[in-house]
């Protein structure tokens, strides 16, 4: 059987909700990785796939070549056409209800400040001490609305692993990056571990490069330093053409 979907994607938190749910569910897919330093992500075919220029996207053949773009609409998208068993979205409405508003936490929340926090922290060419704080500060409280969710015992975010687990997991997992501990949140970090578990999240974090910060337990690597500088050279060259 060839592949239902196509993933344009880059292995970051956002790129990673994709592979990770696309592993979960067991579909055939194709993994195309896109090059930011090249900025494939704002070349035409690519803006033909997603207009706003951003991974992840997916093309479904089995639909049309039917595209999606934004990785929380992809998520509930591939509910939708290819989760009949729910698995990630549950059945009862309330549930799902539940699913989306911690999908949207993470989207609305989540993913842009801890996204901010990540620029300030490593990226930017000045470094602001306000700007650092400030989205690192408002990373630690959306942690701690997660902790809190959490204290009822739950395993997961809505109590069976779901969608909103997907969503924040690549976020969470990446808090050294951004220079904030897990420390503090101790039933964040179990609920971090017990994603990490899952065979299928191992697989979707190695899309579409190899990715060992499960093995790391979620330690930077040793030349984090220096993937941060080069990361932030083409950053701020971007920056600059704005």
Known sequence: MSDIITLY????PNGQKASIALEELGIKYKAQAISFSKNEQKEEWFL?????GRIPAIVDHARGD?????SGAILLYLAEHYDPNHILMPADA???????????????????MQGQANHFFRYASEKIPYGIKRYQDET??????MERQLSDGRKFLVGEYSLADISCFGWVAAHNWCGVSLDEFPLLDKWLHACAARPA?????????PNSIIDRDFALEDDADAKAKAASAWIMKEQEKK
């Open 9 to 12: 994607t880059v292995n970051t």
């Open 140 to 145: 630690k409280r959306l942690y701690s609305v």
């Open 48 to 52: 033909k796939v997603n207009p706003n």
């Open 201 to 209: 999240v191992v697989s979707g974090m190695n899309v579409p490069t």
């Open 94 to 112: 309330n549930k799902r209800s539940e699913v989306i508003q911690w999908l949207m936490f993470q989207m609305g929340g989540l993913g842009p």
């Open 66 to 70: 039917f595209p999606v773009f934004e």
